[in-house]
């Protein structure tokens, strides 16, 4: 007889993080990155309430709106490999509740793939236009007229480190596989050794 639906919702993990094979990992370029988009955003809360003070006094900050569009642009580009290295999104962990284990590491396998491959056309891309920004010297829309390989720069180290944390996310993914098929085949060669044959 077939469990009803409540039975199954009942089974299912409380949380997603009790599904994953590798939640919540963080190398240390990826740390370092995430520090220094906090540190940033700290410094852009305070540039911003400066301005605005500023600005009620009758004063202004010239290129405060452009410092503050690309500090948001950097901000997000320096988490991207952080967030992308915790590997903690739903879709994810449904295929983890209602699918076999094999499934569902074959299907972690092959989203590990996937990400490795955009990870390595982003970053190569950013490359070419970090090369191409730099060649031409150009420069961003605005009072400033900032040249835009540093933004360019700053986008291509995330995606870097980006493809950084999708190949160690992959060996060690990789690498749990084998040694949880290791950990099989001796829990099976136990059990034989328990069970002789003639017994």
Not at 41 to 68: D, H, P, W, Y
Not at 121 to 129: G, N, T, W, Y
């Amino acid at each position: 007889m077939k469990d009803s639906a409540s039975d199954a919702l009942e089974r299912l993990p409380d949380s997603a993080n009790e599904t994953t094979e590798l939640s919540t990992r963080l190398w240390w370029p990826e740390k370092s990155l995430e520090w220094l988009a906090g540190l940033l955003l700290l410094i852009l809360t305070l540039f911003v309430t400066v301005t605005v003070l500023m600005r009620f006094s009758g004063n202004g900050v010239l290129g405060a709106v452009e410092i503050s569009a690309i500090a948001m642009v950097v901000i997000t580009a320096l988490v991207v490999p952080a967030a992308t290295a915790a590997d903690d999104n739903f879709k994810v962990e449904i295929v983890d509740m209602f699918n076999k284990p094999g499934l569902v590491r074959a299907a972690t396998v092959l989203g590990a793939v996937v990400q490795v491959v955009v990870s390595l056309f982003l970053a190569f891309s950013s490359l070419e236009l970090l090369i191409y920004d730099w060649n031409t010297k150009t420069t961003m829309a605005g009072e400033l007229s900032m040249p835009r390989y540093l933004l360019s720069f700053v986008v291509f180290l995330s995606f870097a480190v980006l493809l950084h944390a999708t190949i160690l996310f992959l060996v060690q993914l990789l690498r749990s596989r084998g040694n949880n098929g290791t950990e099989g085949s001796e829990g099976t060669a136990g059990v034989e050794s328990n069970n002789p044959e003639g017994a």
